[in-house]
């Protein structure tokens, strides 16, 4: 009778084991209170257990190790954009680093404001389908096909980080930085609550940057300048309560170099 419950453990201990369930009581039945070809099978699964669950953990460790290599490639490339347009030069590290400082004030999870941080380093990455002509730095007069360019960059990098799962919501921030809360903005032309937080942060820090950086033909507005543009876009084109945020962040944290 002892004999049949044992099995009976074993055959669900091995079911367990099967769908993924790893526990001890598959171990248990290699005492020597059990029939010797009840311990002998125990012994057998529980082996086989452990090396599952050790190569389980080397492929996560592998996948870490791939989810890294790859960030740091896309990273390096939005970088690299800077070689071709001495404005963008760093401009993806401070839009990353005031889209953090934002996302802490507002308290959001360390998960969800790295995804915010790695968005911004990342929003500017469809630029990297820009002609010469787009980053030649003059300040020449646009035409259409510069304004269609400018406008497509946001799907040029959803395009280029979609398959990077990883990413999680990040994708759809960098995909979304452009849009308006009046629904005037591009791709997709989303209203207020249709934009993502993490849209709506990215939109502000980096009309913030772009206005205080210095390029080839304008100097960079003063923060005080670029405060009151911020408060005359709220609203229609940025969220009033983030834009306000940001201020005081900027008032009492300085401004990235």
Known sequence: M???CARERLLLAIKDVAAGNYSNEILELTGPEYPEDIRELAEAVGLMMVKIEAREDHLERLLETIKFNSLNTVTAVACALGARDAYTEGHGERVGAYAERLARRLGLSETETE???????????GKIGFSDHVFSGEDSSMNQQMLLEIRSHPQWGYDI???????????????CHHERMDGKGYPRGLTASEIPLGGRILAVVDCFDAMTTNRPYQKGKT??????????LADTAL?????DLFIDEIESGGMEE
């Not at 398959?163 to 759809?172: I, T, V």
């Not at 969220?239 to 834009?243: F, I, Q």
């Open 239 to 243: 969220d009033s309560d983030l834009v």
């Open 161 to 175: 980080l979609k398959d990077l799962n990883f990413l999680g919501p990040a994708l759809d921030y960098v995909y």
């Open 2 to 4: 002892a004999s049949l």
């Open 115 to 125: 995804h915010i941080r790695t968005a911004g380093i990342l929003h500017d990455i």
């Open 223 to 232: 923060p005080q300048e670029a405060f009151s543009i911020l408060g005359s």
